[in-house]
């Protein structure tokens, strides 16, 4: 006879502090509470280890688009980055690394998914509650899950219908063979033209299905040496120099951003670096976007343009119709057979979405499902008006286009912590947001958000429905 499962009891615990995320921002938010003497406080996290998004992709090639040295804690350097963009097992291994030196993971409670969150406006405090019943009483609680862990799905006729193989690329199955396979390959964003390139040497055949093109430009895939690596370790202030070197040149980036002309004017470079990558100049035409550069996400890649001068490579633009058991229909009616499907779809990255069967209740009536119905509003992307003594990293936005979310974290970090020591001196029972400050930050977000590439009239992840930028 198999061994019976002992039952779960559920549990009722009081702590000051809540973060909900192992992740980097999760991560950063205990290390920062210890350093500020603050101990009492618990780490929720849905998986059985920490990472957030590098825990979960793993797909071939996957690797991070920010350079290494500023994809990092500042307080946290690492000498050793084996390359200019790490992949994401380095990544990974530096995170747990990182969680073990802080010595983090006793305040980790795995496997603990929370499905919901209510303030209690007479005692001020929160109540979270766990998938397995949990209760965590707390003072302040941080939602650090990040935008980018709830993989979306398409909406296809005929996928549940599908004989062959189909996975998202956030759940790559490394048990499935793709040698010899006709794969289909859907989606052109950030995930697929890592992984397109690494797997079309031992596919029979791949198709790749693009929606809307991307702007791609060349990435530096130059490898640190081990005289670089030895510097850096003996003389940290060159190592730190060199972070700040990447932090200026990035930023630099921002001004094609603010000035839509200019980043028109560089994009002919890049319209330049397809025609010398792709050799079919139909299938180059098909690749070239027809919105400016840096309207949605732009994308850094020596492999995918390359890729499709290869003979088992095929770009297929026509929409998809259906699937059916054995390959996908496109809108011209060609069937395009099938092994395996990839989903390389990305994520829910509307809270609204992602969030929609969390139960979040504030004050006086207040639930996020209905303050958020006709948008996502925040103040400073760190809090929300009728949610007291709530924080989130990466909230709304307080995303970035051309530089590294790492830095963004940080400062949000700082500016929570700075609330609740605010709180504390005042021996206020919470900390909340008048409506008026956080409609007046969301007006001035918006208007600042006017003449810049992402209103130049593409559609992306960065916007909700009606077209509203929520994201950066």
């Given at each position: ?46 998986a059985?280890?920490?990472?957030g ?30 390359k200019?963009y ?24 795995f ?12 005692r ?5 509650t766990?998938e ?7 003072h ?9 862990h ?6 296809i ?13 956030a ?15 859907i ?5 697929a ?8 040497p031992?596919v029979?055949?791949l198709t790749?299905m ?7 430009i ?24 060199h ?15 603010f ?48 890729m499709?001068n ?32 990839i ?35 925040g ?27 790492i830095?963004m ?6 500016y929570?912590?700075?609330?609740m ?15 008026e400050?956080?409609q ?6 918006q ?15 960065y916007q ?9």
């Open positions: 006879m198999g061994q019976q499962k002992t039952p779960h009891t559920p549990s009722i615990k009081k702590t000051e502090v809540v973060i909900v995320g192992a992740g980097f921002g999760g991560l950063c938010m205990a290390i920062k509470l210890k350093e500020a003497g603050i101990h009492d406080f618990v780490v929720l996290e849905k059985d280890d920490v990472g998004t590098w825990r979960d992709n793993t797909y071939p090639g996957c690797a991070c688009d920010v350079q290494s040295h500023l994809y990092s804690y500042s307080f946290e350097g690492k000498p050793d980055w084996s200019r790490t992949p994401w097992y380095e990544i990974q291994d530096y995170i747990r690394n990182t969680t073990d030196k802080y010595q983090i993971r006793p305040h980790i409670r496997n603990q998914e929370v499905i919901a969150a209510e303030f209690d406006e007479d001020a405090r929160w109540t979270l766990t397995t019943g949990d209760k965590f009483d707390c302040h609680w941080v939602l650090a899950s990040g935008p980018l709830v993989p979306q799905y398409p909406d006729p005929g996928l549940d219908g599908f004989k062959g193989k189909v996975f998202h690329s759940r790559w199955d490394h048990d499935y063979d793709l040698k010899g396979k006709e794969v289909v390959s989606g052109t964003g950030g995930s033209i890592q992984y397109c390139p690494e797997i079309a031992e029979e055949h790749v693009q929606r809307s093109p991307a702007w791609i060349p990435r530096d895939e130059r490898s640190y040496n081990g005289l670089e690596k030895t510097v850096f370790k003996r003389v940290p202030a060159l190592r730190k120099l972070r700040a070197r990447l932090y200026w040149s990035n930023e630099s980036r921002v001004w094609p951003i000035n839509p002309a200019l980043a028109r004017s560089l994009q002919h470079l890049t319209k330049l670096f397809i025609r010398l990558q792709v050799r079919d100049r139909d299938t180059a035409r098909k690749l070239t976007p027809d919105y400016t550069i840096g309207c949605k996400r732009v994308l850094i890649s020596n492999k995918f343009y390359p499709f290869r003979k088992n490579v095929s770009l297929v633009t026509e929409s998809i119709d259906r699937i059916t058991p054995n390959g996908i229909v496109t809108s011209d009616g060609v069937e395009h057979p099938a092994d395996c499907i989903l390389g779809t990305g994520f829910q990255v509307d809270p609204r979405l992602y969030m929609k069967d969390f139960t979040l209740k504030g004050r006086k009536g207040h639930t996020l499902g209905k303050d958020w119905k006709d948008g996502v509003e103040y400073m992307g760190t809090m929300v008006s009728g949610y007291p003594n709530m924080y989130q990293l990466v909230g709304p936005n307080a995303g970035l286009g051309h530089n590294s979310i830095f974290i940080e400062a949000q970090v700082d929570i912590l700075k609330c020591e605010n709180a504390r001196l005042r021996y206020a029972d919470y900390l909340d947001v008048k409506p400050a956080q007046r930050f969301n007006e001035n977000a208007k600042a958000l006017d003449g810049t590439v992402w209103a130049t009239g593409c559609t992306s992840w909700q429905a009606d077209g509203k930028n929520f994201a950066v």
